[in-house]
């Protein structure tokens, strides 16, 4: 069974199963710890930013971050297309293109 590939607002085209599963663990994190949110844009903006070590966990068990405490280049590509941030305020949208 082959998996759909779907583009994505930032141009990246991504398994639509894994932007599905990526999605339901950013709005899961939305209802339950929404400032973790903030964190993850920011990684995904820049590789070099240092999360804090108990955000890492949360991120982690969402499967948002790998072990080695990086971010999937498909998991940044669905973070980019589909966050709109405003100062401390995040709206989660499609990322769909």
């Known amino acids: 069974m082959s998996e ?5 607002k930032n141009g990246s085209e991504e398994i639509d199963s894994l932007v ?8 899961a994190l939305l209802m339950e710890n929404s400032g973790v949110l903030h964190y993850l844009f920011k990684k ?12 890492v966990e949360i ?4 499967a948002l971050l790998e ?20 100062g401390q305020n995040i709206k989660i949208t ?3 293109a």
């Open 94 to 96: 499609s990322p769909l």
């Open 67 to 86: 072990e080695s405490g990086s971010v999937h280049s498909s998991i940044r590509n669905i973070v980019l297309s589909a966050f709109e941030v405003d």
């Open 44 to 55: 995904c903006k820049d590789d070099n930013y240092n999360i804090p070590p108990e955000a």
């Open 4 to 8: 759909e590939k779907i583009k994505l």
């Open 59 to 62: 991120l982690k068990d969402k």
């Open 20 to 27: 599905a599963a990526t999605l339901s663990s950013i709005y």
